[in-house]
C-alpha cells in the first residue's frame, strides 16, 4: 500500500527557506508514470495548491507562488521535495505531499500525506 | 477569494440527502471534466471522494456521488451518516494562469 510521509523542520524564520520532503513507501515514483503535488493549509482556512512534479521532473506551480518555489524529484531515494524562499507568516500552515492519480497534474489526489505543520516565526 | 464558489455550510440529518455546489465558470468547472471532490475531516489530511467529475475511487461508497451542469459542478451525498460530518473541497482545471484551484470549502454538519 502506497504511503507518503512528509519531513522538515517545524519552524522557519522569515525571510528563509522552508523544505520539505515527502518519502514515498509501498511503490516506486518512477515506475508509477503519475504527477506527484505539495498542498497547503493555513490555520483556519481552506486548501491551495503550490505545485506538481512528474517522474521525469516536469513541474507546474500556482503562478501565485511560482517566483519562491521549486519542487524537484530524486527517484533513487523515492522522494519528492519542496523548497519555499523567503517565506513570511503568510506561509504558516500544514503542508501536504499527495499523489494524483493521473499522468495530468489536475488530475484528483488520490493518495496524501498526513500533513507537516510549518510555522514561519522568528 | 476562492475562484470556486461552494456554500460556507450545509445540514442534514441521518438518513438524507445533500447536495454541495461548486461554480465556477467555462474556463474551469463549464470547460473541462477535470472536477474533483475532497473530504476532510477535522485535523486529518483529505481523502478524494470523486475524480473527473462523478467517477469514484476504489474504496468510496456509492452514497457520494458527483455530476456537473453548465459550469457548477455537485457532490451529493445520499443517506447521510454521522460520519459524513466533515468540511468538502472541490478543485478543477482552469485554462487560466492559476492552472489549478480548490473551492474554499464547505462544512457539512449532520444534525
Given at each position: 500500500q502506497l504511503q507518503l510521509l512528509e519531513s522538515g523542520p517545524g519552524l522557519v524564520k522569515p525571510s528563509e527557506t522552508l523544505s520539505l520532503t515527502c518519502a514515498v513507501s509501498g511503490g516506486s515514483i518512477s515506475s508509477n508514470r503519475l504527477y506527484w503535488g505539495w498542498i497547503r493549509q493555513p490555520p483556519g482556512k481552506g486548501l491551495e495548491w503550490i505545485g506538481s512534479i512528474y517522474y521525469n521532473g516536469n513541474t507546474y506551480y500556482n503562478p501565485s507562488l511560482k517566483s519562491?518555489?521549486?519542487?524537484?524529484v530524486d527517484t533513487s531515494k523515492n522522494q519528492f521535495s519542496l523548497k519555499l524562499s523567503s517565506v513570511t507568516a503568510a506561509d504558516t500552515a500544514v503542508y501536504y505531499c499527495a499523489r494524483h492519480r493521473g499522468d495530468h497534474y489536475y488530475d484528483g489526489m488520490d493518495v496524501w500525506?498526513?500533513?507537516t505543520t510549518v510555522t514561519v516565526s522568528s | 477569494q476562492s475562484a470556486l464558489a461552494q456554500p460556507a455550510s450545509v445540514s442534514g440529518?441521518?438518513?438524507?440527502?445533500?447536495?454541495i455546489s461548486c461554480a465556477g465558470t467555462s474556463s474551469d468547472v463549464g470547460g473541462y471534466n477535470y472536477v474533483s471532490w475532497y473530504q476532510q475531516h477535522p485535523g486529518k489530511a483529505p481523502r478524494l471522494l470523486i475524480y473527473e467529475v462523478s467517477n469514484r475511487p476504489s474504496g468510496v461508497p456509492d452514497r457520494f456521488s458527483g455530476s456537473k451542469s453548465g459550469n457548477t459542478a455537485s457532490l451529493t451525498i445520499s443517506g447521510l451518516q454521522a460520519d459524513d460530518e466533515a468540511d468538502y473541497y472541490c478543485s478543477s482545471y482552469t485554462i487560466s494562469s492559476t492552472l489549478q484551484e480548490f473551492g474554499g470549502g464547505t462544512k457539512l454538519t449532520v444534525v
Open positions: 519562491r518555489v521549486t519542487i524537484s500525506g498526513q500533513g | 440529518s441521518p438518513g438524507q440527502s445533500i447536495t
